[in-house]
């Protein structure tokens, strides 16, 4: 499965798009839409894991990381919506959590999902 050159996205959406492809997001900042392609490298994956992968600097910025939804709490519905937001308190990920990801890109501002 190939994966999209770096690009840098930014939008007040990220969103499953279809719950039969799980490795196909859809960002769209209201301007533009972006689809990206990701995998996932382990099935030990956590989508709140991948969530919680970033890092705050000068700028919100987020990883937008190899992940798709493993879980089985995860309900996989046609429309998903994750809330973009800044300055949100996050841990930074652990040279554990590094080894099962692998960062494609970077989007800026910081992901929160919602998956209730």
């Not at 994966?3 to 533009?32: E, S």
Request: glycine share 4%.
């Amino acid at each position: 499965m190939a994966i999209h050159p770096p690009t840098i996205l930014c939008g007040p959406f990220l969103r499953l798009v279809d719950k039969h492809q799980a490795n196909i997001w859809f960002v769209a900042d209201g301007l533009h839409d972006y689809q990206l392609e990701v995998m996932a490298l382990s099935n030990k994956v956590d989508i709140q894991q991948a969530l919680d992968f970033v890092q705050l600097g000068e700028k919100c910025f987020a990883y937008l990381i190899n992940i798709r939804p493993m879980a089985e709490h995860w309900a996989l519905s046609t429309e998903h919506s994750y809330t973009i937001l800044n300055n949100i308190p996050t841990a930074k990920p652990s040279s554990d959590v590094l080894g099962h990801f692998k960062v494609n890109e970077t989007i800026s501002s910081v992901i929160q999902g919602f998956l209730s």
